[in-house]
């Protein structure tokens, strides 16, 4: 059993700087790509994503402000965000590829969320 928990959400005035921790814990074998995604009201969107080999990609709205870094030696991945407005508020979610079995396939887990709030 794979488990997810992101930590560092809370409330933040408009200008400021969030930086949230998720990490990986249970039997691990491998984890490809670390990823978080935000929710609000309608979809969940990519805010940032991590290749095991050091690719990245961000999402439209967050580039530019916002950082992604992973600890391997840790199973974690943190996101770093800065000048957060208040179209930022949203619960950040944290996925990972993770292999669980030995010689077993990659599958994708969520955390459980943080929320992140943007005050104007």
């Known amino acids: 059993q794979v488990h997810l928990v992101e930590s560092g959400g809370g409330l933040v005035q408009t200008g400021e700087s969030l930086r949230l921790s998720c990490t990986a814990s249970?039997?691990?074998?491998?984890?490809?790509?670390m990823a978080w995604y935000r929710q609000n009201t309608e979809k969940r969107e990519l805010v940032a994503l991590l290749?095991?080999?050091?690719?990245?990609n961000y999402g439209d709205a967050v580039r530019g402000r916002t950082t992604i870094s992973r600890d391997d030696a840790k199973n974690a991945v943190y996101l770093q965000m800065d000048n957060l407005q208040p179209e930022d508020s949203a619960v950040y979610f944290c996925?990972?590829?993770?292999?669980?079995?030995?010689?077993?396939?990659?599958?994708?887990?969520w955390g459980q969320g943080t929320q992140v709030t943007v005050s104007s």
């Open positions: 996925n990972a590829d993770v292999q669980a079995e030995l010689y077993g396939y990659f599958l994708g887990y």
């Open positions: 249970g039997t691990i074998f491998g984890i490809n790509t």
């Open positions: 290749t095991e080999t050091g690719i990245t």
